[in-house]
Structure formats: C-alpha cells, structure tokens
C-alpha cells in the first residue's frame, strides 16, 4: 500500500468536483423527517429502562436507601446500588491510559460530588424506574463541601490539559515588565459552564452471552469501545457500539462517562436490554464540564507601544479525586511577540465532577481574558486596538520560535475590519450612540486554536458497476462529518458523490480516531485520502500491466482518476472505465486500507493553528444597563475548504458560543450544598434567537502545505476563541466600564 506523505504528490492524480461544493447534508432529510436513529431511539425486545438516583449532597457518604419501598413499586425488576451490582473486571479508579478518567459507578457509598449517581432504578417503563428512583429516599452523613477558586490550598498540578507542561517561558519577563512603560496588572474571572447538547448521554445496552450491542452516542467508537473491554473483561470483538447520529457533542462525548457504564451493568444485571436515558439536570456532574478560572495578565509594552512582557497566569479547579486541569494560559503561547512570555497554571480541589474537554479548552477560557487585557493595553497605549495587534500579532511562534501561517492571520485582520468597517470607530468609549439613544461600542477579538491531526484508518473499494464505497468508524455530532467526508471519498475515488456508498458511525469500521480537537475532518479525511490513493493504484496497475487496457505501459506515465475512468496524464484521449478494467481482470472488486496520522517531521518543524480576527457591535441601554449584541463578523483562515456551507455553520455556532460566554453562561454554585442551583435550560442561560445578530464570516484563503496531506484545519472550535473577547471589549467601548468577570452582568455595568 503506498504511504502519502505531506510533500509528496501522489502518484496517481485525481481531480475531483466535491471538495470545495457547498452541498447540502447528505443526512439532512432523515433528520427533518424524524427518521435518523438516535441511540435512546432503539428499542430492543425485551428492553428494561433504567433511571439513575443521584445525590443531593457533594461530600459525604449515602447512609441508607430504601430499596424495599422502590422493588415494591408496581414495575419496578431490581435497584443496582453498591451492594448489590455485577463485578467489573478492573477497578474504575485505575487509570490505564491518560485518556481514562475515573468514574462513579456504584463501588462505595461515598460521595465526592452533587448528581454522582448512588443507585439504578430498573423497571418496565420508565415511569416506574423514575418513581422507583424517588423510593429510595436516600440518607447521607454530610460533610462541609470544598466549593470555589479558594476552596483549599493551591498546588501547581503536574501538567495542564493532556500532557501541556504546566508553565512556558522564554525570556526575562521581570525584566521586561521593569522596563515597560505601560504596564497593566488585571485579573479575569471566568464560571464554570456545562456541556447541554440536545440529545442527552443515553445507552442501549444488550448483552447476548459474552456478546455486547451497543447503542449510544459518542465522539470516540474505539476509545469507548476500548474503555468497556477492559472493565467488563471481554475481547473487543464481541463489543458492537453503534453511533450514527449524535445530537451534539462539545467533548462531553469523547471519552466514556459513568452512566453509560452503570446501563451496561444494569443490562448484565437483569439479562435483559436496558435503556438508561440521562436527565436534564444530571448533565450537570458525572460527564464532565469546564472548569472555572482565575487569571492574571501582566502586560508591558515600550514607548512605541510594542510589548515588553506578557505573564498570563491562571487558577483552575479539578475534582477531588482526578485531575484534568483547564490549560486556560496557554492560550497565550501563540499570538503576540512579546520577547519575553511565562505561563503559568495552579489548581484547587473541589467536590465536583471531573472538569473535562469542553469545545475550545483553554482556548475559549484563556482567549477571553487574554484578547479583554490586549485591549486594555491598547487604551493604555493610546493605540486603536486593531493597530496595536497589527503591531504586535507574532509570525513565529512566541515560546518555540516555529513558523506557522501568520500570512493568514494578518489577512483575516484585514479583510475582517473591511468588512465591519472598523475605520470609523473612535478611539475613546462611550462615543457612539444609535437613534434611540443607546449606546454603541466596537470591539474585536483574535481567535486562534491549533490545527490538530490524530491517528485513523480507512478501507476503500471500487466496484465492477463503476461504484465505490469508503468505511471508516466516524462521528458526526451535527458538524456534517458525513457530508464532508463523503466529499473526500468521493474525490479520492474519482467518482460523483452520488456513486460513493459511505459507511460510518459504527465500531466494527476502520478507527477514525476521536472526533474532538476540531481534528475529525483532518484526520478521517487523511485516512480516506490515503485509502482512496491506495485502491486507485491497485486499479491503475491492474489496466497499466494488461497489454488489452489502452492504458498498457503507462505506469511510468502515470494516470489520472476521473468521473470513473482512468486516463493516461500524458494522453487523454487514452482511458477506460473502472468497470472495463475490472470486468477485463474477471474481478467483482478491488480494495484497499489506507491511513492518516501526523507528519512527525512537519510537527517538529512548524507550528500548527488556525487563525482569525472576530468584531462585534453591541448597544447598551445607558440606564438599564441591557447589552445586546447587534453585529458581528468573523473571518477565519481555517486551510482547504471541504464544504463552504458546512464550514460557514461551524464559525456561525463557534462565535455565538462566544457571544454565550461573554454574556450568558454561567453555573451558578450553592456555596453551603456544593449543588448547581440551575441546573437547566430554564435558569442556565444560553442565547436564543433573538439574543444572536446577523453574523457574517470570511473564509480567507489559506494554503498550508505542513499541517495534513489536505491541508484541512478545524473549524468547530476557533469561532469562539476571539468572539467571546470581541463583545468584552465592545461592551466596555460602549460604556467606558471594563468588566472582568463574566458573564457580564447589568449590575456591573450601572455601578
């Protein structure tokens, strides 16, 4: 099988028509249909439904539950609890891998955290399971709960996000803050926020003997596939997860959670399948969320208002008994030239669900406060803050010295303020107001995220009717994955779309490794890419060797793949179909496997990110202190393009995810329970329709060469990184009033 590598051009072109084509979602009318099988949408014979009870404490230990009054409940087949469960075969507190996170799955009465699951509930309908649920009146030994930023004793915890080093610097920032002459001092507050997909954590599970089926929705088939091998004890190929549709993601998926594991015990427990369906409010704890932060940013900048120093340090929390630690500083490796940078992270312990990868982590957290103290040095400096980052933007990157694409990032700035019309606004707040005597201000935001690859593999086929198909184990969270990596394989194979069958979104697929990192287009799209070179070759040498094909001899020549023929690139006018070569080989098919992972020598050489600049207008009322975002327009230098529309969606929802953590997100904590009083779509804020503004967004054009054979970078998670800073800071060019806790709130503004 040929290996493809970042430099190299493959041996046998194709030139397709998909990549690039604003086609609409091959998935899209199942959907509006209603006829797009989501997993809590199977109903195995037999099925059981299972109903978690959580607790209403955050420490302590479940003292007693009434587990004869919930079995005595018409419906009601048995109650899971500590006592009474099938053994895993591993203990859930072993990590095995940095990719396993320890889970509550009923091994102790102890509780670490409010909505840890202390019992399941199984009956016939769910309507007993969730009254069998409410019997057990649970009882607890309390203990005081270890809540907020100053809970405890900080620590500087080992690493930051997966394997980050905890702190990064070059150069002599004491030094350069001494020397400065701006200098600013500032410390940013940002909540803890909560994964609300629509579709919530839900599993099928049905046990068949030794067999496993699996129905639920996650962004990592294998890692998830891999996680429930090792504690039920049983080979991978008798786990089947299936995964076709999911209703969001944002990271809550990616990695296995508790509460799918307690439904696949529920279903070992009672030999039956059983359906386990989380609530609203139990989101809020066992399947991660993003973490709170605390930051201060040092700023220096010289007399030409160039920096000097730049020392972003940032507080973070984890829970009481595992460790992911938001990376919020690091968000400061790869923007601005400040010849000397430190960043820097320390931790508390609270009584909380593990934090976990929320989209954009460290990024969106880190971004907020780093483009909001930007902009206050800009003022400081008398600077207009589209200048001063002209100024300043880096084009290598600061800590490692490699080179990226700031090309692109220049552009977006450009095109960007253009489009917003930033040339008019004026350099001091509280200047503009509209005809109804609001108050306008401007801001704008940078937006960075790297341009992640992981590892994956894909089986293409062609076939003696002139069809083609591609499998791979990929996800699609609504993003379009199926869309955009149909259109892949479609170039790939040298066929319409219309002729590529595509197969994706089950574990007995080719691994496409983990949709997360804004890196699924990248990776899956590198496996197919190189599958799709791989079975094209194995086509091309069975007509190139057989001296009936009039492409005879033209392996030195090499051929092209289009509209399913092969043509010889140095006469067109030679060709045949696939089906003539096939039929000709007396063969119903040919396949091939190919792979996609990063370049190492690419990695170690360049820096890899997507860059882009986002400006926002909001109106402030003067005397109710009402924000509205009115405007806004992002444009991003994201590489090759695979699907405009597609594309032009996920920067749409990245910069209204920024527009919610400027001004609406936020889980609100009971100080004396450890519980999240708003633990719904009611009271935890997110932006409606009328809360979101026209947005626009520019695509600036962008060729990478080093980050993937495609040149593909990720989009679902840079629109928020720089969106969320552009309202901050229109906000305060509005009012003059520079709030450093968000969300901002109308209080702040009329004080």
């Known amino acids: 099988m040929p290996e493809l590598n970042l430099t190299s051009a493959p041996a046998h072109l194709r030139h397709g028509s998909s990549i690039g ?284 208002g160039r920096l000097t120093a730049l020392d972003h340090h940032a507080r973070t929390v984890s829970s009481t008994f595992d460790d992911f630690y938001e990376p919020a500083a690091d968000a400061s490796h790869t923007l601005y030239a400040a010849p000397a940078i430190r960043t820097s992270h320390d931790a508390v312990r609270v009584n909380t669900g593990t934090p976990l990868f929320m989209r954009a982590p460290g990024e969106a957290t880190g971004s907020i406060a780093l483009e909001s103290a930007i902009d206050e040095m800009a003022w400081a400096c008398g600077i207009d803050p589209l200048a001063f980052r002209l100024k300043n933007y880096a084009e290598v990157e600061p800590i490692t010295g490699k080179p990226f694409s700031s090309k692109a990032l220049r552009a977006c700035y450009e095109q960007g303020a253009a489009r917003f019309g930033w040339a008019k606004r004026p350099l001091q707040p509280r200047q503009m107001r509209d005809d109804a005597g ?87 799209g590198a496996a197919i890419h190189s599958a799709g070179a791989a079975v094209i070759a194995k086509l091309a040498n069975l007509a190139t060797g057989d001296e009936h094909s009039p492409l005879f001899g033209a392996g030195n020549a090499g051929v092209i793949a289009r509209d399913g023929r092969l043509i010889r690139r140095d006469d067109e006018s030679r060709g045949e179909s696939y089906s003539e070569i096939l039929a000709r080989a007396g063969v119903a098919e040919v396949e091939a496997r190919g792979t996609g992972a990063p370049n190492p020598t690419a990695m170690e050489e360049y820096a890899m990110h997507a860059h882009g600049a986002v400006f926002a207008e909001v109106k402030v009322d003067p005397e109710l202190g009402q924000v509205r975002v009115t405007r806004m327009v992002g444009a991003f230098g994201a590489g090759r393009i695979v699907n405009p529309r597609m594309v032009q969606s996920q920067l749409f929802g990245g910069m209204i995810w920024g527009l919610s953590f400027a001004l609406h997100e936020e889980a609100i904590t009971d100080r004396r329970t450890g519980r999240i009083m708003n633990a719904n779509l009611g009271e935890y804020h997110i932006p409606v329709n009328a809360d979101v503004p026209p947005l626009d967004v520019i695509t600036v054009d962008e060729h990478d060469p080093h980050v993937n054979a495609l040149g593909i970078k990720g989009v679902g998670e840079i629109g928020i990184t720089g969106s969320a800073g552009a309202v901050a800071n229109a906000v305060w060019h509005a009012t003059g009033v520079r709030v450093r806790r968000f969300p901002i709130r109308i209080e702040e503004l009329l004080t």
Not at 35 to 60: C, E, K, W
């Open 21 to 304: 084509q604003p086609l609409t979602r091959r998935d899209g009318v199942l959907k509006v249909q209603g006829q797009a099988t989501y997993a809590a949408d199977n109903h195995p014979p037999g099925m059981l439904f299972a109903v978690m009870a959580v607790a209403s404490i955050s420490r302590g230990r479940v003292t007693s539950l009434d587990v004869t009054a919930a079995k005595r409940h018409p419906g009601v087949v048995d109650v899971m609890t500590p006592d009474h469960k099938p053994e895993l075969a591993i203990d859930p507190e072993i990590k095995t891998n940095p990719f396993v996170f320890r889970m509550e799955v009923l091994q102790s009465n102890e509780v670490r955290y409010a909505n840890q699951p202390i019992a399941v509930v199984i009956a016939e309908t769910l309507e007993a399971a969730t009254e069998g649920a409410a019997l057990l009146a649970p009882r607890y030994e309390t203990l005081p709960a270890l809540i907020g930023l100053d809970a405890g004793e900080s620590f500087v915890p080992p690493v930051v996000g997966v394997g980050n080093p905890t702190e990064n610097h070059r150069g002599d920032v004491e030094a350069g803050l001494a020397s400065a002459e701006k200098r600013i001092d500032a410390v940013y507050e940002t909540p803890p926020q909560y994964h609300n997909a629509m579709e919530p954590h839900a599993i099928v599970a049905a046990w068949d003997g030794d067999n496993l089926q699996i129905d639920m929705p996650t962004q990592g088939l294998m890692l998830s596939l891999a996680r429930v091998a090792e504690l039920f004890g049983i080979a991978h190929d008798k786990i089947h997860i299936r995964s076709p549709f999911l209703g969001g993601g944002f990271g809550s998926k990616g990695l296995m959670a508790g509460p799918p594991v307690l439904g696949i015990m529920a279903a070992k427990l009672v030999g039956k399948p059983v359906k386990l369906v989380l609530r609203r409010e139990q989101m809020y704890g066992p399947v991660g969320h993003r973490a709170p932060t605390r930051q201060r940013l040092r700023i220096g900048t010289d007399g030409e």
């Open 438 to 524: 609001l108050l306008v201000g401007w801001g704008m935001g940078t937006a960075t995220f790297p341009a992640l690859m992981f590892q994956a593999e894909a089986r293409a086929v062609l076939r003696r009717d002139g069809s083609g198909a591609m499998e791979i184990g990929a996800h699609d969270m609504g993003q379009g994955a199926w869309t955009a990596l149909a259109q892949i394989a479609a170039d790939e194979l040298g066929l319409d779309i219309d002729r590529v069958e595509f197969k994706a979104g089950s574990s007995d697929l080719p691994d496409a490794g983990i949709a997360g990192g804004s890196a699924h287009t990248a990776t899956a």
